[in-house]
């Protein structure tokens, strides 16, 4: 089956390294290293096909830049300080003033008719840049190939519009119903662990763990945790305290070292009050240690009311003396919550592969 392609990139230059940005506050970043990748994102601009983009790229490589496209482009580059350039289909623009100057419909910034006409525009802006020559390598469809499958698990090219292959993806129902217990370990159970895994260590004293029972101690193995009660709404077995976690007088003030909740606060109508109340139980010095799903299946438990967001959670957690994130996530992940497939059907490296604009789990350690 044939393969189509477009360029999917936001380029900028940092450190006279050229970088594709991927958020909004380029916390994601990739560096664009050889000079065959700037050449190929060019191509893809106006080709879609690996067999006519390959022809494409050898006429760029027997042919020289022309010397006019050179000093046009010199221009543009030294002269901003907040340079962007946008990549798509039959698209290249050029902004000095960010992202704000991509919108604009100024003729000057859009130099896509350019492009097509002398497809040297990427080479032109960054020759000043540290890349890789290594253009003469790729001397056979294969290898050009293979470069191409490689800038699309990088991000910088996609399948062409109307050309994605949905496979078992494009379905009316999930994979699994129930958050992907019917396949293996859901993904959000994924993130619980490996965020317990690193804050273990500091879940020492006297425990309260708020939606939970006594056997989540030996099940979380918190083996510092010196006394552990349980905070629920209704009697069950392993409950301690039963009340509600927006009464502050459930709990005597600051009378714990420790409280955990995980993925509780979603289904708490004020969350802001459950934060409070946390605040004034805990003792000076203590932590508490919070999971919400910020992509996840609704599920009642009795209700569900929130998918709290990082910036979400600073704010209901400003009081604290101080407070650290652990987020996890990415496109695939968030994807694979959704749809209720397993983490087992992932690998490692899918999982911990990180994107700040996709959080799956929003965790966050926060001292009194």
Known sequence: MKKFYVSSALLTVKNFQVVAIFDSNRNKTQIVANKSWLVILEVFIHEQSLEAAYQRFQQINSSLVPEHLLNQCKQVRYDSDDLLIWLTHKVLKISKQGLFGLRSADPQSNFSAISQE??????????????????????????????????????????????????????RFPICHHFGFTRGTPVDRYYLDKFISEIRHQVVG???????VLRNKEFYQLSLATEYQTLELVFEPGVTVVGDAHDSTVIMPESVDTILLFNVLEHCHNPWVVVQNIHSWLRVGGKCFCVVPSAQKLHSGPKDYWRPLPDGMKQLFQDFSEYNFHIYGNPLTVLASFMGIAAEELSTEDLDDFHPDYPVSTCIAALK
């Open 206 to 212: 006297s425990v309260l763990e708020i939606g939970g």
């Open 118 to 171: 002398n497809p040297y525009v990427l080479l032109c802006l960054f020759n000043q840049e540290i890349l890789i020559a290594d253009e003469p390598k790729i001397h056979s469809f294969e290898d050009f190939s293979q470069t191409v499958e490689y800038l699309e698990t990088l991000g910088l090219l996609s399948p062409a519009v109307n050309t994605l292959d949905w496979g078992d993806l494009k379905r």
